[in-house]
Structures are given as C-alpha cells and as structure tokens.
C-alpha cells in the first residue's frame, strides 16, 4: 500500500511542472487575453451631467457603414444594409424617404461640430424617435471643450440632460489628437499646417476600424473614381436637392489653401487600411 503511495507522489510531483507549463502555454498562445476583452473605447467619452468617466462600449461583428453620396440613390440595398448588425451613419443623413436605398436602422451616428444645429433644429426625431441611436460628436477644443467655453459641447451637455437616456459620446482631445498624426503618418504631411481638416468619414473609419469585426461600405467612391472618363455624376449628398456634384466638391476640397478636406487623400488611406483590415466597397465596389 505505501509503495503504491509512493508512486501515486511520485506521478504527481512529475505532473505539476508540466501542467503550469502547458497553462502558461495556453495563456501565451491566447489570441484574446483580457486586456482585449474588453469592449470599451477609451478615445469616445459619455456626455452625462456629472460624469466625466462613462466611455463607449460597443463592439459589432459586421458593420454597415452607409456613406451621405449621392451614389446611394438607386442603389436598391436598404434591405441589406438592414440587416447588417450594427449600421452606421453620418452627420444628419436621413433614412426616412431613402429606405429602399440606404435603409432605415442605424446604430451609431457620427456627427460634426458643424452638424450639431441640424441634429438640434430637429431633435424630436433625433433624440426620441431614434432615441435607440448612438451618437459620437467630433470637434476642435474650443468648441468641445468642457469647462463651459466649450459651445458646441454645452449644447450637447443640454441636450444629454433634457434626453437622460440617449447615448452621447464625444471624441476626446487625445482621440483627435491620435487621428491627426494618423492622417500625417499615412500622407507625410501635417494636417494642420497644409490648412485641411479631417472629414467626418475619416472619424467614422477609425471609429469603425475600433469597433468592428468586419466593415462593409456603401456608396464610397475611390480615390480615382473622379480621374476616370466614365466616372457617373452624382450629388454630393444623396438627400440634398441642390445638386452639388460630387467630384466637383471633391476636387474644391482638396486642392482649396485653407479649411478644406482632402477627401480624394482620405480615400486613398482607406484604400491601404482595407488590406490590414476586413473591410469592402460596395457600390461603387473598389478594385483593391
């Protein structure tokens, strides 16, 4: 009996060293360790009345992000778009009228500085009707900055407290920050001094790029779609009934001195993200 004993010790005294060797392997090898389960995004911070430290949390395995082209009219993938997980919009691109095109749901809404007076002019449908809406407000400091100088974030902080229950995030100083020298790493170029600004949709990319697993995009042109014979000539907003023809904004834009965006630039990068990330163009598709 002893002796079996003994050899019962003897097995398991063996054992030990290579079970801690083996979890250490696994915990090593995990692709998910629990630094990256976490769903929280700390570059987009929760305007609520007194906190300051609420971040967003939010993760999509697939994505719809829906761009505000004119290329969407007619293109007939509302009910598509719909059922992607998690659909995301920009500024104050309506759906209602536009179903059948560019759908009717939307998860995340990024909205500009600029945009704000529009979201507020009709903040009944924005803030109660679609009160299920994320929203993520980007802006320059002296706009949304929050020691009540800040006039665009005061607007918002209003509204936060008028509607408890509607998720408001604003893209933190640090989180611009980060994505200006995004945009000069990728260009060789300082935004700031080459007088441009980033664009809504270069906040929505890396704020997609965050959260999603898998990125589809609707109606984004690429970065020569412009330069082409056969390009098709749409507005530059599909709900916009001025016609500004989108090419022509594009190339304002990006050859103006001061204050424009450098749309063409910006689709030229999302063109090198999608080959590190899963992400496709649809309508017009890109030939990556």
């Given at each position: 009996?002893?002796?079996?004993?003994?050899?019962?010790?003897?097995?398991?005294?063996?054992?030990?060293?290579?079970?801690?060797w083996?979890?250490y392997?696994?915990?090593?090898?995990?692709?998910?360790?629990?630094?990256?389960?976490?769903s929280e995004?700390?570059?987009?911070?929760?305007?609520?009345?007194?906190?300051?430290?609420?971040?967003?949390?939010?993760?999509?395995?697939?994505?719809?992000?829906?761009?505000?082209?004119?290329?969407?009219?007619?293109a007939?993938?509302?009910?598509?778009i719909?059922?992607i997980?998690?659909v995301?919009?920009m500024?104050?691109?309506?759906?209602?009228?536009?179903?059948?095109?560019v759908?009717?749901?939307?998860?995340?809404?990024?909205?500009?500085?600029t945009?704000?007076?529009?979201?507020?002019?009709?903040?009944?449908?924005?803030?109660?009707?679609?009160?299920?809406?994320?929203?993520?407000?980007?802006?320059?400091?002296?706009?949304?900055?929050?020691?009540?100088?800040?006039?665009?974030?005061?607007?918002?902080?209003?509204?936060?407290k008028?509607?408890?229950?509607?998720?408001?995030?604003a893209?933190?100083?640090?989180?611009i920050?980060?994505?200006?020298?995004?945009?000069q790493?990728?260009?060789?170029k300082?935004?700031?001094?080459?007088?441009?600004?980033?664009?809504?949709?270069?906040?929505?990319?890396?704020?997609?790029?965050?959260m999603?697993?898998?990125i589809?995009?609707?109606?984004?042109?690429?970065?020569?779609?412009?330069s082409?014979?056969?390009?098709?000539?749409?507005?530059?907003?599909?709900?916009?009934?001025?016609?500004?023809?989108?090419?022509?904004?594009?190339?304002?834009?990006?050859?103006?001195?001061?204050?424009?965006?450098?749309?063409?630039t910006e689709?030229?990068?999302?063109a090198?993200?999608?080959?590190?990330?899963?992400?496709e163009?649809k309508?017009?598709?890109?030939?990556?």
């Open positions: 009996m002893k002796c079996l004993l003994h050899h019962w010790l003897c097995l398991i005294s063996l054992s030990l060293p290579l079970l801690f083996f979890g392997v696994i915990r090593r090898d995990d692709p998910t360790p629990a630094a990256l389960l976490s995004l700390r570059g987009y911070m929760r305007i609520k009345p007194g906190r300051r430290d609420q971040f967003l949390d939010k993760r999509c395995s697939q994505c719809a992000l829906v761009s505000s082209s004119g290329q969407m009219l007619g007939g993938v509302g009910e598509e719909d059922k997980g998690c995301i919009r500024n104050n691109a309506p759906t209602q009228g536009f179903e059948r095109d759908g009717g749901r939307t998860s995340v809404r990024v909205v500009s500085h945009s704000v007076p529009l979201l507020v002019k009709n903040e009944h449908y924005y803030f109660q009707q679609s009160a299920n809406t994320t929203y993520v407000f980007w802006g320059p400091d002296r706009n949304m900055r929050q020691d009540g100088q800040g006039r665009v974030f005061n607007i918002l902080l209003k509204i936060a008028k509607y408890p229950d509607v998720r408001i995030y893209v933190t100083r640090e989180k920050q980060y994505c200006d020298s995004v945009f790493n990728e260009t060789g300082n935004r700031m001094k080459t007088g441009a600004y980033l664009s809504t949709g270069f906040f929505t990319m890396i704020l997609a790029i965050e999603c697993d898998n589809h995009v609707y109606g984004m042109i690429e970065d020569n779609y412009c082409r014979a056969n390009h098709s000539v749409v507005s530059y907003h599909y709900y916009e009934k001025n016609h500004v023809d989108e090419c022509r904004m594009y190339r304002v834009h990006e050859h103006t001195q001061r204050g424009g965006h450098r749309f063409i689709k030229a990068i999302y090198k993200w999608a080959t590190r990330h899963k992400m163009f309508h017009p598709s890109w030939s990556l």
